[in-house]
């Protein structure tokens, strides 16, 4: 697996916030809005891009037919890179909702070729920042005060991207350090703009993944983004799991400043790290005690805490040697009640002991298949046994690059996975998603390897089992001082 690949944070919509930016100070001054101009030219800049792809999808086929057979594999990759670069370039430019579509698709699967992956890993650059003065009218909006009666110093260019706004690097007047997430002004129409076009997005997801049906993943999309506008949401997201990690060993998550925060600023403390990208270059050992800690989070999380942070994008996290990572960006978290998370345990236990009749029943009830699919149940349990591979034996197992493109096919490829046209997608089911589409493209991607199966019997409260590693030992004696109520 290359380990050149840039998998930074998301980058920046500056231009849709200085446009906003200007029609706001047009709409104060009482020259009056034009928000319905900026999402009609983002509709037909995306019916403009649409057209013209599939114009040259119909040019490419045409000189496919004539080209001779051994020229024609040459002639297909040369077109996907093409094609890959002309969206990358048209979303980088709108930002948006569509820009984190492409990025998504630039880590999730391994299995794109990778002219087709670096074009699209162009929309996880860090682009040029909002301009200063912009980033300090947002901020003083919102918090209204002056900046420079509360910070001491402001960075003037931001440290970091996410995915709908930037983050500055701050120090306030009483000495605290601190990281400043201003989300871009007219963010939110251009998303709105965005989730109105998932027909349209659809269909240009298909031509970069030309195999795949997209609609599931744009309808995600649709569904879940918009969640992340609320900053004020993300701050209590963000203090619940900074209160059960309270203390841990290896897993941090930065303090919320609630006086320094609101709908759209949102200020932690600040914490140091590497980035996914450095990690991907370090040693196996390593690379395996980071996924050791990303593995742990996410499920302790779940099955302890009952809620799971719904976004795990490599830029969401700060890596120190010895499994330490501060986890960031908590705009995208559900919470589950106990039966929900119940139900996940029934499933894991049926499938893991083989009682195939009892898994399609537990399927059927919980509504994840249809009663009438036409499939015995031993295929049923081996299309669904892939999603719980990683626990299935008792030894040593290695993630890769096929398996995290495996996990994506059967997802979404309703094409040849006949199981799928009988599948289903629950509410409690759409953001745990995530985990196969995100979290195990992510170790796969740090090559992991790891007994994940007595890792997990430590986290799932029906097994409650011993420590399996050093880190577990290390979590044992954090869990026996924290109080029982937690």
């Known amino acids: 697996m290359s380990r050149s690949r840039k998998v930074l944070a998301l980058a920046l919509p500056t231009a849709a916030a200085a446009a906003w930016f200007a029609r706001q100070s047009a709409a104060e001054s009482g020259q009056g809005g034009v928000s319905h101009v900026t999402r009609f030219d983002r509709n037909r800049k995306m019916a403009q891009m649409s057209a013209r792809l599939g114009a040259e999808t119909a040019v490419h086929k045409a000189r496919r037919a004539v080209t001779p057979k051994a020229r024609r594999e040459d002639l297909d990759a040369e077109f996907q890179a093409r094609t890959a670069q002309h969206i990358a370039d048209e979303l980088g430019d ?12 630039s880590y999730l699967d391994d299995g794109l070729p990778e002219p087709v992956r670096l074009a699209l890993g162009q929309l ?36 970091a991207a996410a995915s709908i706004g930037q983050v500055h690097r701050a120090t306030t007047h009483d000495g605290r350090e601190v990281v400043v997430k201003v989300q871009y002004p007219g963010i939110d129409e251009a998303i709105a ?72 600023v949102l200020t932690s403390s600040f914490a140091e790290g590497s980035r996914f990208s450095e990690v991907e270059t370090w040693s196996e050992d ?20 009952l809620a799971f942070n719904g976004d795990p994008h490599p830029g969401n996290y700060l890596f120190r040697p010895g499994g330490h990572i501060t986890f960031l960006d908590f705009g995208l978290v559900r919470r589950f009640d106990p039966d929900e998370t119940d139900f996940f345990g029934v499933l894991i236990r049926t499938v893991l002991a083989g009682d195939q009749a009892a898994f399609r029943k537990a399927l059927e009830d919980g509504e994840l298949l249809r009663a009438d699919a036409p499939f015995t149940d031993a295929e049923i349990h081996e299309w669904f046994m892939h999603f719980y591979e990683i626990v299935r034996n008792d030894g040593p197992t290695s993630l890769d690059a096929e398996y995290a493109s495996e996990t994506l096919r059967r997802t979404f490829d309703h094409k040849t996975n006949e199981i ?28 992991a390897t ?4 007595r890792i997990a019997n430590e986290l799932w409260p029906w097994v409650d089992g011993p420590p399996a590693t050093p880190m577990g030992e290390q979590e044992a004696a954090w869990l026996a001082q924290k109080p029982k109520a937690s």
């Open 94 to 105: 709108m930002k948006g909702a569509l820009m984190k579509l492409g990025q998504m698709a």
């Open 124 to 159: 996880q650059q860090d682009a040029p920042p909002m301009d200063f003065e912009l980033t300090r009218w947002a901020v003083e909006k919102e918090l209204g005060f002056d900046l420079d009666s509360v910070f001491s110093y402001f960075s003037p260019e931001p440290i």
């Open 193 to 264: 703009s965005d989730l109105d076009n998932t027909d349209m997005v659809a269909r240009i997801m298909s031509m970069i993944f030309p195999g795949l049906e997209p609609a599931p993943l744009a309808e995600e999309l649709k569904e879940r983004i918009g969640e992340e506008l609320d900053y004020e949401t993300e701050a209590d997201n963000q203090e619940l799991f900074a209160n059960f990690y309270a203390d841990h060993p290896f897993i941090h998550i930065p303090e919320v400043q609630r006086d320094l925060s609101s709908k759209r």
């Open 286 to 305: 390593e690379r395996n005690l980071a996924a050791e800690t990303m593995f742990r989070f996410v499920f302790r999380s779940l099955y302890r805490l």
């Open 420 to 447: 799928l046209k009988y599948a289903n997608v629950p509410p409690s089911f759409a953001l745990i998603q995530r985990i196969n589409l995100g979290i195990y493209a992510l170790l796969a991607h740090l090559e």
């Open 450 to 453: 790891a007994n994940w199966r």
